[in-house]
């Protein structure tokens, strides 16, 4: 009898479990809600996927939201909920995240590119700036900036991206050494926090939870307005590639570029393995200087590094413009017989990878896994890890661009949430793979992961001092390794503007404390 008895009890408290986790999960409570959009609780599913193409967590609702309100008002609501409610809420925009960030298992997505509101605005004075919603894309807002002759300072490489996910987490392209990310480059922001509060933030007001939300990994609040710097805007760019054969050259001569006065105004660097017909693949958009000695360049099978550069102008300055490229691309040591350039409009140059997008989609590889790994290295171990990693882990040809140019610390502000190395010159490095689906062999999903997780070896081995950009990491305790000593003031900041966990629980950072009484 008593083992019955104590069978009972057991028994009855793993329903009373059940049944407050379905109640916590019951949608019943979210159609009473008075939202201007509505909530979708059966298709559901495309919420459920990414760019990356990996993670699958079905959500139990998604709001389209018209107004900040609605957005406020679902986020005040379970908020209110308590810690007796499982529901989390992911603020998804054009669904670019790698590893499921945007998800939320059995929570609510909230589809920002439906978000409604103020009308894009440009002002034009003396310190030219844009308010855009969180949920508009980058190449909208740029489309719009040029009708007034402007454009934002600084970009990331591909522009079918929100202004809320970027700023979540960095935006870096080959003008950060220059301006910074581009979350250097925000006045003010209105932010939505896990409490369900409006609130507006720049350097003046509310400024704890603007740095904190400005690569914040969507941990303190959901950026539903954002005001952007802007500089004037150039007609056209002089686009620049050339090739080397040694690293060291190659890293020397971006550093010598990024720390000049006179410079040019985009630098990127990739790493080439294997690719023998490159430079005829080039000839249909780039012109080389020699054609004849462009001709003559073998690759040999050798690894060699391109180095992107752009330089912008007007084009009443075309004359200048070139006697100043030819100065600068004499200081550097390229192969010689390897320089290529073409000249192209502004937008057409910053909107390049939508070119490959649009061919990939053709050949329906867009929607493929994409274990993308992006980490950040200090300038003092760059040859230690081009050595290993180009010499010894990725020797085959890699299913997608690998991208290595320096950035200088001084142009990112410490006090936001993003983590970066501790030196003044840091370099991003971003294996950008596809995966071959059904693929057994180097352009399979595991292989590329395992070449990724012996990269995250080497790194923690050699002691490189490596951080993670768009992070992702499954434990608590390597989550506060990647912060190092900012954890303690990126923890606090979560328990003032999300105490109960509610925002991005795909990051896996922290997790909703549930309680079942």
Known sequence: ???????????????????????????????????????????VHHAAKDFGNRFQLLP???????????????????????????????ARGHSHSLQGQAQAHQGVVINMESLQGPKMHVYTGNNPYVDASGGELWIDILRECLE????????????????????SNAGVSGQAFRHG????????????????????????????????????LGQFGIITRARISL??????????????SDFTTFATDQERLIGAENTFDYIEGFVIINRTGLLNNWRSSFNPQDPVQASQFHSDGRTLYCLELAKYFNRDRADALNEEVGNLLSQLRYITSTLFQTEVPFIEFLDRVHVSEVKLRSKGLWEVPHPWLNLLIPKSKINDFADEVFGNILTDTSNGPVLIYPVNKSKWDNRTSAVIPEENIFYLVAFLTSAVPSSTGTDGLEHILTQNKRILEFCEIARLGMKQYLPHYTTHEEWKAHFGPQWEVFSQRKSTYDPLAILAPGQRIFQKAISFS
């Open 1 to 43: 009898m008593l083992f019955i008895r104590s069978f009972m009890i057991l028994f009855l408290c793993c329903m009373t479990i059940r049944i407050n986790l379905c109640f916590s999960s019951n949608p019943s409570s979210l159609r009473t809600l008075s939202v201007d959009g509505h909530f979708s609780f059966d298709d």
């Open 60 to 90: 139990l609702a998604v709001l389209y939201p018209k107004s900040v309100s609605d957005i406020a008002t679902t986020i005040r609501h379970i908020w209110q909920m308590g810690p007796n409610s499982e529901l989390t809420v992911a």
């Open 148 to 167: 007034y002759g402007l454009a934002p300072k600084s970009w990331t490489d591909y522009l079918h991206l929100t202004v809320g996910g970027t700023l």
């Open 181 to 216: 990310p581009q979350i250097s480059n925000v006045h003010q922001m209105e932010v939505v926090t896990g409490k369900g509060e409006v609130l507006n933030c720049s350097e003046k007001q509310n400024s704890d939870l603007f740095h904190s939300v400005l690569g914040g």
């Open 231 to 244: 500089e004037p805007a150039p007609d056209m760019v002089k686009w620049i590639r050339v090739l080397y």
